[in-house]
């Protein structure tokens, strides 16, 4: 699916009218494109520099809330979607970045966010993405005893790599 | 029958270990106490402790993380114990069998720690509570089969039993 | 007495409390499954887990003091042992005893706590540790005015401290509780049965379901079945140590045995009652209970026995 630069700006359905317009104008100035638009949400890529200070003032000034953060492999690389939710305006940012293959990594955010601790642990498991800055990187949905260097989740994953010592080992 | 045998017919204290499970079979468990099916009558009462359990209930496969410490729960039990895997995952780890999370199954995990275990397999996605009370029922019955309680296991605890 | 009436009536009475308890047990399992609308285990069950449980193996931990460990099932047990024996003995032969023998009962049944407060602590054991320190803080709650109500009793039958004196001057006098302040005092001393035999609300050493088995995760095999069977004397001992001092004792006839039995039921569905309808407390919840309203209850009660006795007022 192509991405397709809004000319008219139509507000999601259900969302406060207003506050939609502010962030809107808030996303471009820093570079967003909307893709997408459903019932009170929308799909917006968002360019990785600046993308720190830009989610910063999106929960702190703003008053959005992280919902979480997903990802999924790519082609170019690896894709993380920022889920930030406005309650009170009745709206939901999905701010997609795509992280290059050759240098996935990511500013951490939960110095200032700890709530993101978790999140960020969980996608360094599965997908590899590395966040400088993390306090506490440990293996959180992966056993301990899981190898370095491989990700389930990622296209090139094989099974073989990841054995499990045997039943007497544990 | 040894009054060890009979006794243990009369009063099960059931220790639930859930080891990787959704949490259905670990409802169902708990739905046995209730009025519905209360097996209390029966002498079955769900203890907190590892340690005073005659029966493990184990749900769940056992994922890579879970499976040490299933061989300590194991170990920690007092023998007689026997084993009951509750639900086609604690079976033979049914859909997830091949999953890069899942460690070895159940009764394989218990038969390292100790070969002369006796563990029960009660199939279901989740079981109805009345195929674990069936569960249960055959556990006596091969118990009385063997002819006698089973007596503490050559099992030593592991060093790490020590809690710091 | 002579020591081999001593030994005898050790064993008959610890006996006896033994099977009472058992069966106070038992019934307690099976209202509370009725109240639930369950079926419930039949009233011997608590025997056959006795039982069972002197057929598992005793695992002792590496981490715990292995000695401490073991003995201090007993140390409760031999408490509990002494001091029902020596309750039904003061009730059934009043003349023997000895000035201050109500206050070694009491201190008697605070072994059990302690021992399991010791046992805990040695068990070495993180659940154990924290339901040790919770039973040493509802120790110190529930004995305060557990003791002052017991205070009351002794002031409304002459200011003696021999239970086979209180018991007799009940037989007299009419009941303690037959008076505002033996009332008041029965009420408290109720509560702090409820604490003593660790039953909700006030079950936070043990805890299910918050702390594993809280101060008896460890224990398995012979001495738990110890720990079980000194549970259930207790079971029956506090509702007797009750009876004596505020409901008239145990008269060794016919009728009066009838009416042991209709006041032990009575306090026994109370027990049940109040464990099958409230939550348990947060210990500080209950340390408040018992400093700020139970223990001050209990000195008024203390006040108006005292004024009542002075003033000759019968019924204060």
């Known amino acids: 699916m192509s991405p397709e630069t809004t000319t008219a700006v139509e507000v999601p359905a259900g969302t406060d009218r207003e506050f939609f317009l502010e962030l809107e104008e808030r996303l471009v100035r820093a570079g967003a494109v909307r893709e997408c638009a ?10 990785r520099e600046g993308f720190v200070a830009l989610l910063r003032e999106l929960i702190e000034t703003f008053g959005g809330r992280l919902a979480t953060v997903t990802g999924v492999d790519v082609r170019d690389g690896t894709e993380l979607i920022y889920h930030v939710c406005f309650d009170r305006a009745r709206f939901t940012a999905n701010l997609k970045i795509l992280l290059p293959g050759s240098a996935d990594q990511m500013e951490s955010i939960t110095p200032w966010l700890p709530g993101a601790e978790f999140i960020e642990r969980e996608i360094h498991d599965l997908l590899g993405v590395d966040f400088p800055g993390h306090p506490r990187m440990e293996r959180l949905v992966l056993s301990d005893d899981w190898p370095e260097g491989v990700y389930p989740l990622r296209r090139g994953f094989r099974k073989e790599d990841a054995r499990p010592p045997s039943v007497e080992e544990t | 029958m040894s009054w060890r045998l009979w006794t243990l017919r009369k009063s099960l204290f059931v220790y639930h270990a859930n080891v990787g499970a959704c ?97 029960a397999y009660v199939p279901g996605c989740p079981p109805k509570p009345e195929a674990m009370i069936l569960g249960v029922v055959k556990v006596w019955q091969k118990l009385a089969e063997l002819g006698r309680a089973r007596p503490a296991p050559a099992v030593q605890p592991a060093v790490g039993v020590s809690t710091t | 007495m002579g020591i081999g009436a001593m030994v005898l009536a050790l064993v008959t009475g610890a006996g006896a409390t033994a099977l009472l308890g058992l069966l106070a047990k038992g019934v307690d399992r099976k209202v509370t499954a009725r109240l639930q609308w369950r079926v419930g285990p039949p009233l011997y069950q608590p025997a056959l887990d006795c039982l069972k449980l002197l057929g598992k193996e005793t695992v002792v931990p590496a981490s715990a003091m292995g000695n401490g460990f073991l003995i201090m099932p007993l140390f409760g047990l031999a408490g509990t042992a002494v001091a029902s024996s020596m309750l039904w003995v003061m009730n059934l032969r009043g003349d023997v005893g000895f000035v201050g023998d109500a206050i070694v009962v009491l201190y008697m049944l605070a072994l059990p706590a302690v021992a399991t407060i010791l046992g805990a602590a040695a068990s070495g054991n993180p659940y154990a540790t924290v339901g040790a320190g919770r039973e040493m803080k509802l120790l110190i709650g529930y004995e305060l005015p557990l003791t002052i109500a017991l205070l009351v ?55 299910e ?34 009876i004596t001092l505020f409901l008239g004792g145990i008269h060794p006839s016919g009728l009066g045995l009838a009416a042991f039995a209709l006041k032990f039921g009575v306090l026994l569905v109370i027990i049940v009652l109040i464990r099958n309808t409230n939550p348990r407390l947060r210990i500080d919840q209950s340390l408040r209970l018992f400093w700020y309203w139970l223990t001050p209850l209990a000195l008024l009660a203390l006040g108006l026995a005292m004024a009542g006795r002075h003033y000759e007022v019968t019924w204060l």
């Open chain 1, 38 to 47: 459903a019932r009170r949400q929308a799909m917006y890529r968002v360019p």
């Open chain 2, 23 to 119: 949490n259905n079979c670990d409802i169902e468990i708990v739905e046995l106490l209730t009025p519905a099916y209360d097996v209390e009558r029966f002498g079955i009462v769900l203890v907190g402790s590892p340690r005073h359990a005659d029966a493990l209930l184990v749900t769940g496969v056992c994922t890579r993380q879970a499976e040490p410490r299933l061989k300590e729960l194991y170990r920690a039990t007092a023998k007689p114990c026997v084993v009951v895997c509750v639900g086609s995952c604690a079976l033979a780890q049914g859909v997830f069998a091949d999953g890069y999370h899942v460690g070895h199954p159940v009764d394989e995990v218990i038969r390292s720690v100790d070969p002369e275990a006796i563990i």
């Open chain 3, 153 to 207: 009793a002794v002031v409304h039958t002459g200011n003696s401290f021999r239970l086979g004196q209180i018991v007799a001057a009940q037989g007299d006098g009419g009941m303690v509780a037959g008076s505002v302040s033996g009332l008041l005092a029965l009420v408290v001393a109720i509560v702090c049965m409820q604490a003593k035999l660790g039953l909700v609300p006030f079950d936070q050493a043990e805890a």
């Open chain 3, 209 to 242: 379901s918050e702390l594993m088995a809280g101060v008896y995760t460890e224990y398995s095999g012979p001495p738990f079945a110890a720990i079980n069977l000194g549970r259930c004397m207790l079971l029956a001992a506090l509702p007797i140590l009750l």
